[in-house]
Structures are given as structure tokens and as C-alpha cells.
């Protein structure tokens, strides 16, 4: 078997660290297009808070150190007296030997068991003082939160409000109910007086213009010929007044009213192209209509024109 052949490593060449050049392309530029910071975004202005670090495995649960055993504190002088006693007799041992330092040991762990129990003892004795003084300061708060009295816009907006229910669901408290049902009972009977007035009102003034009402074949004839003419003799604009010498154009009876001739009739002046006579007119026709009015105010009904012409007579 050929040996294998020997692979080239290009070394890298040394720079000097006062000559080396620095890059300014931000991070976000120096990362590749799959990178997800590769689009500069905002950071939002509240950032969201460290996800909780998962420790695996379980931890005992840690065993109380001044739990009382059988009535009596652990961490108490006595007991800690008891646990750690001094040498009754001083040793007379030789310096440096395994006996002597055996005692130092000793002395130090005991020295050790007492300052420890005693500091875990007041650092309990101080968070357990702070624990009770934040539970007492939180309840104060909460207490005086909850004595303390409703807002005003809690009490504008709020969906109920502190009424009493047997004052709500009792016997109303009415004590001008029977005028309150006086006054609504004439009102009721004022309103179906001036409804039936209205009423009767509405029939005479149906039964006055049912005179002019085609009900009948006959009837419709007549109108027909009367406003359009018969097919021997038809209703013509002429000039003549109908006689046919003109063209036949609604124009030829004269131009319709203005606006302005209107004004002018309702304030008794003449028309435009008109003489004294036809004001006159205008102005009795006027005088008419007034008269009219007053007369069916003061009968209540309607009064048609050919009861007026008749001078008041009968149908």
C-alpha cells in the first residue's frame, strides 16, 4: 500500500497588533441572509422578561435546622452549650504533635457549630421580623384600601348601585297618583274629542266634494267632451275663442302665471299687461276666498263653490 500523501497547512501570517485593521461593519450586516437578526427591527420599547433557567434534577427538600426537637429549641444557649463543652482539663500535650492539633481541631469545629447556630439563628429571628412586617404592611394597605370610600367615577359608571331592594321591590311611594290619572284621563279625552272632530271634519269635507266625483260611464262621457270636445267639434285654442280660425295651441289662451303675478294678486296689485277691471277682479275673487274661509270656521265645514254661487241655498 502507497503511503498517503502529506496535507498542506497554510499557516497563518503574524500581523503586528499596532497594524491590524479593524472592521466597521455593524453585527447585522456581518451575519448571512438564514440568520434571523439578518433585518434590522426596533427592539420594542418593553422588553420581555429573562426566561426562567430549568434546573434539572430534584433538590431535597432542605431539612429545618431549629425545628424543636422534643419541647426544646436547638438554637438555644443551652442546647448549644450542651452540644459544644469545653475541656474540663487543660492537655498538656507536645507542640506539633497529632494529639495537640486533634484538640485544635476540635476546638475550632465546636467554636464553628456555635457562631454557625448562632448567626442561622438571628438571620431566621430577622427574616422572619421582615416577613411579619411586610404581611402586616400589606394587610394595613389592603384594609385601608378596602374601608376606603367608592370613587366618584366608580360610582357614576358603576352597573349597580346600593339601593335598597325592599325599598325597590315595596309599594311605590305615590302620594299625587289619583291627580296624575285625573289629569291623564281628561287628557285622553280631549285627545279622542279632537280625534273625532277630526274625523267628522274629514266626512263633510268628503261628502261636500263627492257632488263632482265620476261614479259613472255616463258621467265620464260628459267630462271628456266637456274638457277635450267631440270628434265632430273639438275643444281648439284658437284665437276666436274656440272657434277653430287659429292654431291649436294652449298658448293662444295667454301665458300662465308667474311667480311675481302670484305676489301680486295676494297683495291686491294687477297683473302685468292688465287693466283696472281685471284687478278689480282679482281683488273680488280675493275678498271671495276670505269670506269663504271665515264662513267655514264659523259653520265647521267645507263649503263648495256652487253652494256659494247659489247664494247659500241647498244642493
Known amino acids: 500500500?502507497?503511503?498517503?500523501?502529506?496535507?498542506?497547512?497554510?499557516?497563518?501570517?503574524?500581523?503586528?497588533?499596532?497594524?491590524?485593521?479593524?472592521?466597521?461593519?455593524?453585527?447585522?450586516?456581518?451575519?448571512?441572509?438564514e440568520h434571523p437578526r439578518y433585518i434590522p427591527f426596533p427592539s420594542p420599547p418593553q422588553q420581555t422578561s429573562t426566561p426562567r433557567k430549568w434546573m434539572k434534577g430534584i433538590l431535597p427538600v432542605p431539612r429545618s435546622v431549629f425545628a424543636r426537637k422534643r419541647g426544646k429549641d436547638v438554637a438555644s444557649d443551652d442546647l448549644i452549650e450542651r452540644s459544644t463543652p469545653d475541656a474540663s482539663t487543660e492537655p498538656a500535650f507536645p507542640e506539633g504533635s497529632r494529639e495537640a492539633w486533634r484538640t485544635k481541631v476540635a476546638e475550632q469545629r465546636k467554636r464553628n457549630l456555635r457562631e454557625g447556630l448562632r448567626e442561622l439563628k438571628e438571620r431566621q429571628v430577622r427574616s422572619t421580623s421582615n416577613a411579619r412586617a411586610r404581611q402586616g404592611r400589606v394587610q394595613r394597605e389592603r384594609d385601608e384600601m378596602v374601608a376606603r370610600p367608592e370613587r366618584e367615577d366608580e360610582r357614576l359608571t358603576a352597573p349597580s348601585h346600593g339601593l335598597d331592594l325592599k325599598e325597590l321591590f315595596g309599594p311605590l311611594q305615590d302620594p299625587d297618583r289619583a291627580q296624575r290619572l285625573a289629569t291623564k284621563k281628561a287628557n285622553q279625552a280631549a285627545f279622542l274629542a279632537a280625534r273625532s272632530a277630526a274625523r267628522a271634519s274629514s266626512l263633510h269635507t268628503l261628502y261636500s266634494h263627492a257632488r263632482n266625483f265620476i261614479t259613472t260611464p255616463a258621467q265620464l262621457d260628459a267630462s271628456i267632451e266637456k274638457a277635450f270636445g267631440s270628434n265632430e267639434e273639438p275643444v281648439t285654442f284658437g284665437l276666436d275663442n274656440g272657434t277653430g280660425a287659429g292654431p291649436e295651441s294652449v298658448w293662444n289662451l295667454g301665458a300662465p302665471l308667474s311667480v311675481q303675478d302670484m305676489l301680486n294678486r295676494a297683495n291686491g296689485g294687477r297683473r302685468r299687461g292688465g287693466g283696472a277691471l281685471e284687478s278689480a277682479g282679482q281683488t273680488v275673487e280675493i275678498n271671495r276666498e276670505r269670506v269663504k274661509r271665515i264662513a267655514e270656521a264659523l259653520t265647521g265645514g267645507v263649503m263648495d263653490e256652487k253652494r256659494e254661487r247659489d247664494g247659500g241655498r241647498g244642493f
Request: aromatic share 6%.
Open 1 to 33: 500500500m502507497p503511503p498517503r500523501p502529506s496535507i498542506a497547512i497554510q499557516s497563518r501570517p503574524w500581523t503586528c497588533p499596532s497594524c491590524r485593521h479593524y472592521s466597521v461593519t455593524l453585527p447585522t450586516q456581518a451575519v448571512g441572509p
